[in-house]
């Protein structure tokens, strides 16, 4: 089976980096990936990581670490609508995810 | 990216009762999952729809308790059956594997339907 770690809170200020750390113990490993869900909406996909490295799109950027079974999540510049839920998820084979607890960021002013 | 709807968008039902949520996607896709999210919490997939067969189930998740079906590439059912308060929770249905997206992994999700039993 599979297990993932993420900090279930994190605050920052506006214009702040924040960086959302997930670490994760799995039977099959395909790859990571992170979703975003705002309060009352459907979660939404961010960023996808098979190989080790950085992947960056626009403000955020994602990180994988395969031999430490870990990945984080970059957020920069952030902005009062970056408050969310952000969830990692491990991708496995047969397409299936398997999502963390997710972490609630609360951006301040 | 597709358009997915569900209905109903909510529900407030008895215990006891049943309640058979659709999933609609105006394209055809690959694959067809539906998950369940209490307040606050993360995802718990229940199971994958599959085309034409009986679905695939996770562990503590059964087939008499959440009847799935598939009919065709666009359309899906989940029933939550026999209905008590600690089946209050979201529901939402995801897909992968819609035309002209580049990373065929990636999972779109419906908006959910939020389930109250009372």
């Keep these: 089976g599979q297990s993932l770690e993420q900090p279930s809170e ?11 750390n997930c670490t994760y113990q799995t039977s099959g490993f395909y790859g990571l990936s992170w979703y975003q869900q705002h309060d009352g909406g459907a979660p939404t996909f961010l960023s996808y990581n098979a190989l080790d490295g950085l992947e960056e799109t626009g403000r955020f950027s994602s990180f994988l670490s ?6 984080y999540l970059l957020l920069q510049e952030l902005q009062m609508k970056d408050s969310a839920s952000y969830f990692c998820a491990v991708l496995d084979a047969g397409n299936m995810l398997t999502f963390g607890g997710g972490t609630r960021l609360m951006v301040k002013p | 990216s597709a358009v997915i709807s569900q209905k109903p968008s909510r529900d407030i039902c008895q215990r006891g009762t049943s309640l058979t949520i659709q999933c609609q996607v105006d394209s055809q896709v690959t694959m067809m999952f539906w998950y369940r999210q209490q307040p606050g919490q993360s995802l718990t997939l229940i199971a994958t729809a599959n085309q034409g067969s ?4 996770e ?3 059964v087939i008499d ?9 666009t359309f899906s059912t989940l029933t939550v059956s ?5 089946d ?3 529901y939402l249905c995801s897909v992968v594997g819609l035309a002209g997206i ?10 959910g339907t939020r389930l109250t039993v009372l």
């Design chain 1, 10 to 20: 994190v605050t920052a200020v506006e214009g702040a980096i924040v960086q959302i």
């Design chain 1, 66 to 71: 395969r031999s430490d079974s870990y990945g």
């Design chain 2, 54 to 57: 009986e679905a695939t189930y």
């Design chain 2, 59 to 61: 562990s503590g998740f």
């Design chain 2, 65 to 73: 308790k959440f009847p799935i079906s598939r009919p065709n590439l």
């Design chain 2, 82 to 86: 026999n209905m008590s308060p600690e």
């Design chain 2, 88 to 90: 209050s929770s979201i």
């Design chain 2, 102 to 111: 580049k990373r065929d992994n990636e999972q779109f999700f419906g908006p």
